[in-house]
């Protein structure tokens, strides 16, 4: 294997905690909408890293 050869990868959910920081600022949260993952998703995108042979975990299934 080399150095830098990817072997595992965590996979989260994307949230949206700073959302509310830009709102009292006054700025627009470019996130507010849109990148929800369901289950099905998560899992489909998992299915490409274990055939590609990287382990691979979803939020907290992690081995660690």
């Known amino acids: 294997m ?3 050869d990817l072997f595992e ?3 989260l959910k994307f949230h949206r905690l700073g ?3 830009w709102e009292q600022l006054g700025k627009t949260y470019d996130y507010a909408t849109g990148g ?3 289950d099905e998703a998560m899992t489909a ?3 490409l ?3 590609a042979g ?3 975990y ?3 299934h992690t081995s660690f």
């Open 2 to 4: 080399k150095e830098n």
């Open 9 to 11: 990868i965590n996979l």
């Open 19 to 21: 959302q509310t920081k």
């Open 36 to 38: 929800e993952m369901t």
């Open 45 to 47: 995108l998992q299915s």
């Open 49 to 51: 890293y274990l055939d």
């Open 54 to 56: 990287i382990a691979c």
């Open 58 to 60: 979803i939020g907290h």
